[in-house]
């Protein structure tokens, strides 16, 4: 997968992505999955729905 997501944007989702699941499991709640997206795609440096629209926030090298 080519990377499109840059480091600001890469901190931005793990962190949401980690939030997210911590209520979902504070709460029980399996809603807390979602947090799963934001948690991935930072993780890879790669978000699909970035790739759909031509957006790439990575610094040119």
């Given at each position: ?6 480091d600001?944007d ?21 809603w ?22 031509g ?7």
């Amino acid at each position: 997968m080519q990377k499109n997501v840059g480091d600001t944007d890469r901190m931005i989702r793990i962190i949401a992505g980690i939030i997210i699941l911590a209520i979902g499991v504070y709460y029980g709640s399996w809603w807390g999955l979602i947090g799963l997206v934001p948690l991935f795609t930072g993780l890879t440096r790669s978000c699909v729905l970035y790739k759909m629209l031509g957006i790439n926030t990575c610094k040119l090298n």
